[in-house]
């Protein structure tokens, strides 16, 4: 990784989760409660019993049959090893309990902040791929970028909310120039087509709805719920996908290579194979078919 963290190249490809650089942070920090995700209760702060001494999990090839399908699904967005090798300059939360307290208390504020980093650079490229001044969404980055590099003291002191409700209209703006302009490159799509995709837009409720082949370039489907949704051989270019719940839903032979505002998180949620097309950058969940 060389002599800087990754988050300090300050562009997407740093916002991806390096395990190898943590101190299992997710595994300790974090609260989690029995459900169809784990298969036991663990309290924030309390080190999950598959972490080995050496920061690692030992069943990490086995998740899912233990019953850790939680764990297979979360994404920090290169937040555990900011936190573990900048924020805290490499010093462990075994060390001692100050740093153990400060430490777990700083992940989930520098996790939120990396999630708002990875939707900013997004917009941005995003407004720039459409020859637009991306100065705005640039400063935003930077600014939440600055903010993520603050000593854990102070990131306790944090509106981490305010943060996210001043780059909204810029992450929409975003996505509107994008998608009009994918709209413009489609021209007029078909009866049918625009019938399938008249009722759909922001806070749609299609769980388990059949979207099998569905044409779904240029849609905005923000924060819309598609658990257990059939999205097999959809097209989903230029899909505002920001907040949309995928778990369980069927990718196979979907095209989201040009989706808005995907994450890693949401894929690792959701069902695919190998025709599914991701994102340059984005890893195919080992648990896909």
């Not at 002599?3 to 190249?9: F, G, N, P, S």
């Not at 939707?119 to 935003?140: K, N």
């Not at 996505?175 to 749609?204: N, Y």
């Not at 819309?224 to 949309?244: E, F, K, M, Q, Y």
Request: charged fraction near 25%; proline fraction near 5%.
């Amino acid at each position: 990784m060389g002599t800087r963290t990754r988050v300090e190249l300050g562009r997407r490809e740093d916002l991806g989760a390096d395990c190898a650089n943590c101190f299992g942070l997710c595994c300790v920090a974090l609260a989690f409660t029995t459900s169809a995700d784990f298969p036991f209760d663990k309290p924030a702060g309390e080190p999950c019993p598959n972490l080995d001494d050496h920061d690692g999990c030992r069943v990490h090839a086995q998740l899912r049959p233990h019953g850790f399908k939680g764990c297979t699904v979360f994404d920090c967005f290169g937040a555990g090893q900011k936190t573990s090798r900048h924020t805290f300059a490499g010093r462990s939360w075994r060390d001692d309990n100050q740093i153990r307290t400060a430490m777990f208390a700083a992940f989930p504020i520098i996790r939120r902040l990396h999630e708002l980093l990875w939707y900013l650079d997004q917009a941005s490229a995003l407004v720039e791929a459409a020859d637009r001044d991306a100065t705005p969404w640039l400063q935003r980055f930077e600014r939440v970028r600055e903010l993520s590099d603050l000593p854990g003291e102070r990131l306790l002191d944090l509106d981490v909310d305010a943060e996210y409700d001043a780059a909204r209209p810029l992450l929409i703006q975003a996505s509107e120039i994008a998608r009009r302009g994918e709209i413009a490159r489609q021209g007029v799509r078909s009866d049918r087509s625009r019938r399938r995709t008249r009722t759909l837009g922001p806070q749609s409720d299609l769980m388990g709805a059949r979207l099998t082949r569905a044409d779904l370039q240029g849609i905005c489907l923000r924060g819309s719920t598609l658990i257990a949704a059939d999205l097999s051989g959809a097209r989903l270019a230029h899909c505002d996908l920001l907040g949309v719940d995928l778990r369980d839903a069927d990718l196979s032979g979907a095209d989201l290579e040009d989706a808005i505002y995907l994450t890693q998180m949401q894929v690792n949620s959701a069902r695919g194979d190998a025709a599914t097309r991701l994102p340059p950058g984005f890893q195919r969940p080992p648990h896909w078919v």
